[in-house]
């Protein structure tokens, strides 16, 4: 696979963001049709590895047993990830789902911390903070009393999950076949989909609108889950992780954008000052600002330095 360039890379993970957006809205339409949260998914991993096989058929038969290892488990993670913010997302708006779920990027230097035992940056305690009390305005908890909803609680869990398949992912990437992890990942999903479906959703299924429920899947496993992350994998080989984070982050934002021109919530100041509190404790943990602040000030003192034109004659 040819590499690309950084800002290609970067323009792809845009689009990735983008596409992710789009997709809470999707999900709660397929939700509004009464299909069941591990059914939606187990659909959309159908239509993923089914994509992935067609298109990478040459390159997904010679899996070999590390990417077989890593696909399998980061597919594991991942759908725990789907199926808890599907779930949630039932019961809270596609705002807060969508803001809710960046907040795995403020969750990863604690989980790098509990496994791989690389204390934090004093920045990230900062960034928790923040991100908490913006989870507490954005859910409304000051008014409601400090509790989390039940959706809202779900969405946050299933958050952690893709923080965890983040930090695993990271530590393994450069070994795995992108082709073949995607592939896994669609693979997983449909295989641990279905098993959830037949284990606890069995009662749910006469009250399936499948006219309305279709659709949106179809529209899911298309570009949410085949296009976007596939696009995923191959960007994020190519670029570094404070840009992929601050790129990726900003599906937040692209959700709260269309769920609210698509009708499915107002804006509200919640919504505004609760969203702004999560997008600046994901700011504070993705800027290296002593770093930046260090390479203006030495810029600056190097072009000082220099002789003027007019000095020189």
Partial sequence: MRNLTRWQSNVILLLTAIIWGTSYIFIKEALQGNLPAGLLNALRGLVFSGLMFCFFSKSICKINRTDFKIGLFSGLINFLGYQLQTSGLKYTTPSNSAFLTATYIVMIPFVVWFLLKRKPLPKSFLAIVLCFLGTIVLTNSFSKGFSLHYGDALTLIGAFFYALQIVYFSNTAATANPFVIAFMLGLVQLIAGIGW?????????????????????????????????????????????????????????????????????????????????????????????????????????????????????
Avoid: C
């Fill in 197 to 313: 479906s037949l284990s606890f959703e069995l009662h749910a299924y006469a009250a399936i609108n499948w006219g309305q429920a279709l659709p949106p899947v179809i529209i899911l496993g298309v570009f949410a889950s085949f296009a976007a992350q596939l696009l995923q994998v191959i960007g994020q080989r190519n670029t570094d992780a404070t840009s992929a984070g601050l790129i990726l982050m900003t599906e937040s934002l692209f959700g709260s954008l269309f769920s609210v021109v698509g009708g499915f919530e107002a804006l509200t100041n919640n919504l505004l000052l609760g969203g702004l509190l999560i997008i600046v404790s994901i700011l504070i943990m993705e800027i290296n600002l002593r770093k930046i602040i260090f390479t203006r000030r030495k810029q600056f003192l190097f072009k000082s330095k220099q002789p003027h034109a007019k000095d020189k004659n």
